[in-house]
């Protein structure tokens, strides 16, 4: 970024960043947008023309509003969330910066999310839940109370496993 923000043509001045891209590590990805934005890149907020921002609704820098996304009246939505199609974020909700919300996730009324949150597809989070920083959410998971703290599931230990591949499904 620093090498880029020297060339004329890329200056912070004449480009605008899409913070859509890089959505596997999101604190990492956090401290490359912020220092974008130390060395003056801008950020739009991008919205498809299918999805729909209520009144009242406030949305940070950087974010993408996939198609058929509903952000309902009151929400907010901090810098740099990443909004997959089909995304519900319900009245008076609140997202933190820098949350993937995979397509059909859901987020209640009043819920509030952290920062640097990974939703799976079509996974809810429940009226007025709250949810920490860092969370990875499973796919088709419903988070029905609050969850501040990672969940560490320990993988037992089988030191006599082994991977046996299928020759036809390779599985």
Known sequence: LDTVARF??????????????????????RRRLIRARELGFRFPVLVHPSAVVEPGAALGAGIVVGALSVIDRDASLGDFCCLEPGVLVGADASVGSNNHLGAGVTVGRRARLGQDNQLGV????????????GQTIEPGALVASDLLAPMLIPFPAQPDA???FDEVSHA
Do not use: I, K, M
Not at 19 to 24: D, M, N, S
């Open 122 to 133: 079509n996974a809810t989070v429940a009226e007025g839940v709250a949810v920490g920083d």
């Open 162 to 164: 082994a991977v046996v």
């Open 8 to 29: 004329p043509a890329t200056a912070p001045d004449r480009v605008c960043l899409v913070a859509a891209l890089e959505l596997t590590d999101l604190q990492d990805r």
